[in-house]
Nanobody, 125 residues
Framework: QVQLVESGGGLVQAGDSLRLSCAASGGSLLSVTMGWFRQAAGKEREFVAAISRNGGVTYYADSVKGRFTSSRDNAKDTVYLQMNSLTPEDTAFYYC??????????????????WGQGTQVTVSS
């Protein structure tokens, strides 16, 4: 089973950027859709972004549209989330996820097959 490991989180100031990475081990991400979700303290996990198998199609939550960009390097079995113009409202634990379907983007938790362990992003004002 593919295991996902996120990295790149940290503490930044409002307006800064971060790039999260999600690397797979024990398998390939070539044939799967991928997603990013986040969970802030005391809140439910929410969808952030999703990307198709070849990276040609992406989808974003309205709250991050225009600021976040998801991409992937299938040769490295790695998916990325570039986060720009961060605000304190972006503070959360960020998770990457493998989609259940090879075609349908994982835009909600019911469409997720497996999760990474997550990485913390904290944005100070």
């Amino acid at each position: 089973q593919v295991q996902l490991v996120e990295s790149g989180g940290g503490l930044v100031q409002a307006g800064d950027s971060l790039r999260l990475s999600c690397a797979a081990s024990g398998g390939s991400l070539l044939s799967v859709t991928m997603g990013w979700f986040r969970q802030a303290a005391g809140k439910e996990r929410e969808f952030v972004a999703a990307i198709s198998r070849n990276g040609g199609v992406t989808y974003y939550a309205d709250s991050v549209k225009g600021r976040f960009t998801s991409s992937r390097d299938n040769a490295k079995d790695t998916v990325y989330l570039q986060m720009n113009s961060l605000t304190p409202e972006d503070t959360a634990f960020y998770y990457c996820a493998v989609g259940r379907s090879a075609v349908v983007l994982p835009k909600d938790s019911t469409k997720v097959a497996s999760w990474g362990q997550g990485t913390q992003v904290t944005v100070s004002s």
